[in-house]
């Protein structure tokens, strides 16, 4: 690829000839060197610059002679006038406060005084620092200031770098001097004194030739005249006596402006903050932007604008961007769109001001004639003293410029990268890595005496050269500056003589603009327009005459729309009024407003409130002026005119924000309830809807309040039990709590038992919900079959028997939570309780009260043997209504729909509650419980149910149609709706005469005839309603007379064939006539459209308001991408296209109508243009393809109008597309590993090699690269699999290789390793300069490790390495060993394989160690004889070191056993419950002298003999007998005292014998068909189970029956038989 670039270079302040040099002065005597003093001459007159063809003339120089030097004393020649036009300003600020300097013209060139402190003495020019306090602060000021057309100063201490001179003693003051100019402005020299006599040496003072006058410049093709160069000579030295000095006066040169011959036109355009400025070129395009600014208004006519001296900020760069090579643009007047921010700072409306220069870019103009000669300058001295610095900076850090003299004049060296070739003064740039960054240091230095530049890539706008360096390399910044004055200059020997002008240059060739095809309008605002997303669901378009253009449209009568919700408009180009075309997109989300509540209703939920249920629970509808329930939620909702306890809980977060519906409970005071027995008493209260601490609306709400219930409780000193049952009414399904309180009299009640029976049809009994402070509580509850009554069993043990709660009265036994019954009768009290107390026990297990009915406080105040439950149905208690849609636009004169709102009826029920979290009913949806009414006073219109219909001649009104609803005997508020009446309706066309298009043909080969949009207004009001005109044309049916004539589609009307039509709306109708005159294609305007800009305001829009029809803006543009260039690739939009007919029209182009679009050879590798948009075929779709450069051309593609069918072979019209692809290059690249094939944990990533044994522990062989490249504007882009994409295995090629689509495999057999994978891109240039590495380590199993541990395991045996196998206890059989086995892989790792199918073991000695068997999965070393064995593990073909396992014949011995307790049938007590001659297996652990374990030492070591070395016996084996092999047979129950069982280990090898008891209570089970006597578990008689009963204690005993699985209890008696004489039957319960 090439890139050609033509550049016109030269000075930016083209300076004209110098004045006229000064006169000779008179001889001198002989003296010391004489030095010319330098003047300088007035600026000549700049000619005009025309940027066509550049011409050069041909140069020649002049012959340089030296005069002879003479040494004498000095002589100074008089001082010459200057003539450049400086002008020096003075500007001053007090402490605090900014200074501001703006040159008039120029920039500012020195800073010649600058204080701070005191006022400075003399004047401005001739300022010198105060004497009473003064700080010197020219160099910061130079440093904002120098090189500036202007500048701001803050007079702080901190910015100046200065400390308080004057000590607060005064306000100190900043004071600057400035001299503005041009800065490369050179006057002629002075004249120099006469020869002296001789004396020391003088050198010869150089004077400058004034200049010729600029020529014109123009930008086409360049000629060169020849250059030829005069001969020099040198003349001699003598000694002379020194001259006298005499001063010169200045004179100044004129300037001839060349002819300009190209014909440019210069336009100056304006816009307001946020408007656009618009520009259109009548001929040719925009070639020059020669001023652009934002700001307050500039001075200056149109082609001689200068900025604003208020606030101006030039905008040339960004306008320039825009605009330059287009015959036309757009440029929106803000900030965001200019870079820049607002200069004016809100005190005056900036405004964007553009002076463009329209013209063809091809043409050439005529060359300016040459400037005059300067006359020729007197020898004086040399004075440059210019200096050479460099500076650097590494990475990050900040690289400090200061001159120590003058001002930065020249950068000609500056590099980001690698460490330059060279020395200081001769720098060449690093061939490793290195980027050219002059330009943005000239940016930061030129002009200024210090300077700062930061070493990083945004600062120096770079991307840094030396990323993916290997080994990594930090960039630095180095710089090469010169400083110097920039406009000392001394004066020069004498001036050769002048050369020729030079020819003028030849006329430049056509230019690539030139093959555009006819320049044509941009897409015409025709085809943008506004619709709304849904046609009548958010409001509508405010009328209009029908046009194809909305760029910006009114939408009004939001009515429609639900407050609160979301609504869009959508903004297209093309397509019909009301659809298709192109869709550019939709406005945000946008809302109509919440209006406050104006009326409030309620409804009481709770009925009657009892002093046990003291909520007030009242449910409300809220409803806005307009009847409608979607309301802005209240700041608060009290209830006033009731005493309350506590908060009010009336959330307004709860309100449903559809229907408007809460709820709001209170606590009402215990104050409020009678004492009195009798009437509920009648209580009124108010509730208040508030907002912003303002009532909007209340209600009264009347609440009934039931007489307190009197305290119930037993005699004080008695025994007994009260329970406390609910009060008020409960609905089905409610809970409620109960409270059992206990009588002991003087007894401490150390342990209850009561039996609480519930009548489950009445109340359901809430699973483990039985709880107590005081006791620790065993319970169980029976269900009751249908009409049987269930029974709750409680046991209790007092937790602290030594408190004194548990005595007295009124001790608080337990709570219980119950349920109301969903089928339980309501109405009327329900026994649903009774009881009895089983036993009340004291201390010393001795029953005080047994068998003794319990007492139930509730409704009725006494204390009763039953307990009563009152239960209400949830009866409806009110009704709550509102409309579905308030507002009803009847548009059935419009399309024949009907219109429909519904009255939305709430039932509210019945509710008790007992806090006011306890509140959590919620209102039910009417269904066909209501019953409602309509009063309609708007005309026609149906009811069916609670939704009314509108009807064909509905007419509108304020309020007119009300709907009426009840249910049963409550009433709703009446619902209102509004309805709104087209009164009348009017069509309109844009055209009312269709022509034929000249060329065109339909799809179907027709003739093809012009179309044009329609309009439909309609005028929607009423009585009472303020009306209001609005486009109703996308909801409406529009007919034509004569489809064949004229056809009607999505609000466009096109012609068919010659004649006419009436266009119609119901009875209101337009004529179109269609006539055979032709109107012919006269070009294609076209842009391609890759993003929208649509905006709303406001964001949210007020909701109808009392007959006030609300409104709201919607504007909409796109971006084409003429405004935006696309950034990617792939990037693109959507072309579209538009044919401008001679009439003025314009007519959308689509591809079925011929269009094509296609690109111009340069853009044909750039875009392509040859698909559809995938959503819409209509249109076609332009995208940048893979490896485009970058490019920008008015011309990149071509829309044409193909002829069809008649026409086929011809073009009827073509226009440009606009295209601009800026591409920026890669800034970095990245390469990871895929989560989805995720590398071998470990420390690095790691892959397997193939046919390693580590596969076999699921280690993975491959991994799967994935590599993104990051762009500037686009961000990451994935490029794993892009052809583009190289990867390259820079190291370790021997042990993976890499798919072209970054797979990574493992070589296999390859050794262990790590390989480096560098990804790059050589062929795509955009990111041929970044590159990315990754290692992936290649790793294997290392080797294999194994130890063996006791057998079986115990806790802490994983820690204990067993290599000899003893006997065990005199036995014969010797102890075993688990083996754990793990794998070593490269990377460090290790695997346990102690299961792994792939581990194998061997024993080189089969005899005494036997290959071992697994057992869970392991393998267990078991010794068959004494002696030793090698052994071995093996995986995966490689095999662990050998060990060395001994079997011996010396003992280990049992040193203690233990009982567990975990396999008795109870564990507290301890108690062996089964049917007699049931058998279990007893567990016992046994520890031995090695510290080694048997966990289950009878039934977890099956090679052992049990009964060869534990012996187990039984202190009662009538009752519990037991056997050698660790087996207990349960025989009779223990009545009185435990079973005594002890395991004993005799005495092995010299070790003691070893033994351990236990006592376990027998108590047997009874049998299928058996019934058993006493308790469960531990003595079956006894009153706490372990102790047995004494004589005159009470004695309960259960009787329990084993029906066996599925058995029913049928039988109705059975005989006891028992002692009477000494065991009496107190009771039977």
Known sequence: STMTIKAVCGLLSSTGSSGTSGSSGSSGSTGTSSSGTTSTGSTGSTGTTSTDTTSTGTTSTGTTSTGSTLTGTTSTGSTGSTGNGDITICVNATAGQNATIVCPSGVIKLIPFASFGAVPNGTCGALTPSAACSS?????????????????????????GATDPCAASTNNTLTIQAVCGLLSSTGSSGTSGSSGSTGTTSSGSTSTGSTGSSGTTSTGTTSTGTSSTGTSSTGTTSTGSSGSTSTGTSSTGTTSTGSTGNGDITICVNATAGQNATIVCPSGVIKLIPFASFGSNPNGTCGSLNPSPVCSTPVQRPVAQRCLGRDSCIVRAIQADLGVTDPCAGSTNSTLMIEAVCGLMSSTGSSGT?????????????????????????????????????VVKAVPFAIFGATPDGTCGAYSPSPVCSADVRRPVRGRCLGRDACQVAAITGDLEVVDP?????????????????????????????SGTSGSSGTSGVVGTTGSLDTCPAACAAVPEAGLRLRLASAAAAG????????????SRLFQSFSTLTPGTLATVDASIGGGGCSGGLLLGSTPGFTTSLLQAASVRAVVRTTLISADYPVLSVAFALRNADGRPRVLRPSAVTVTGIAQSGTASCAVSNIDAVTGVGFCDVVVSASEFPTTPGSPAVRTATLNVIYSSITVA????????????????????????????????????????ISAMGYSGVNKLAYFQVQLLVNVSIVSYSNDSVTSSLYTLKHAFTPGTANALGYLSVIGSAIDNTAATIVGD?????TAKFTVAAGAQAGADQAAFSGTIVSFTDLSNANFLMLEPMKFADSRGTASSTGLITVWNADVSGVLAYASAAEMFNVYPLNGASTTSTANVRVVRRSQCSTTSGCALTSDTAGNLATCSVTNGAGSGSLAGCTFTSGSSTTAGNNAVTIAASVGAFAADPVTIRVWHPATVSVAAASSNLKRIAGGWTSSCGPLYQSTPLAVTARFGGVGLQSFDVDVTCMSTITSSSSGVVSVSAGRATGVSVGSAQIAVGSASTTIAVSSATVTPVCVSAALVHGPAVNFTPATVPTQNQSVASSATVSAGYVSNADAALTSEGAGGAVVAFARLSDGSYEELLPSMGLQVVPSSDFSSVLNSSTRLPANSNYFRAFVMNNAGNAASPCALEARWAGMCNSSSATLASGPVAASVQLPSATAASVTISSATPCNTGPVCSITR?????????????????????????????????????????SGSDLVSVSPTGLVEAVAGSAFGSATIRVSFPSYSRASGVTANITVRVDGVTGVSWKATPFPAY???????????????????????VVSASVTVSDGTSTDVSTNSFLTAASATQSVVPTPAKSGGQYVLAGAAAGTAVMTMSFGGGISAPQVITVSDSSVTVSSLTWATSFWQSTSPLTFAAVRGSSLVMRVSATFSDGTEFPEAVSGVPWVPVASYLTFASNEPSRISVVGTGSATILASSYRVPVQLTVSAAPCSGSAAVSQTTQVYANLEPGVGDMDLGNRYGLPFSVNQLVPATVGQLLAVPLRINLGTGAYFTFTSFNLQYPSEWLPVHSIA
């Open 1250 to 1290: 193939i046919g390693d044994s580590a596969v076999q522990i699921e280690r993975r062989t491959s991994a799967q690269l994935v590599v993104t490249v990051t762009f500037p504007v686009q961000g990451p882009v994935v490029f794993t699999q892009d052809s583009r994409t190289v990867y390259t295995v820079i």
């Open 466 to 494: 030396c990323l993916g360096q290997s080994p990594p390399l930090n960039s630095s910044l180095i710089i090469q500056l010169v400083c110097g004055q920039m406009s000392s200059t001394g004066s020069s020997g004498s």
């Open 810 to 814: 009124n001790i608080p036994l337990l």
């Open 698 to 737: 209340s209600t009264a709400v009347a609440a009934q309040l039931a007489p307190v219930v009197p305290a119930v409780a037993l005699p004080a000193g008695s025994m007994g039990l009260v329970v406390k049952l609910p009060t008020s009414p409960r609905l089905p399904t409610e809970s409620f709590s």
């Open 1355 to 1377: 806790t802490g045996s994983s820690s204990v390495v067993t290599t000899t196998l003893r006997q065990i206890h005199c036995t014969g059989a010797y102890q075993r060993a």
């Open 136 to 160: 010197d602060v020219r160099r910061p000021v130079a440093q904002r200031c120098l090189g500036r057309d202007a500048c701001l100063v803050s007079a702080l201490q901190s910015d100046l």
């Open 540 to 551: 509508f378009p405010s009328a209009a005459t029908p046009a194809d253009f909305a760029r």
């Open 370 to 406: 040459s400037g005059t000669s300067g006359s020729s300058g007197s020898t004086g001295s040399t004075g440059d003293g210019d200096v050479t610095l460099c500076v650097n900076a590494s990475l990050g850090q900040t690289a400090t410029v200061t001159c120590p003299s003058g």
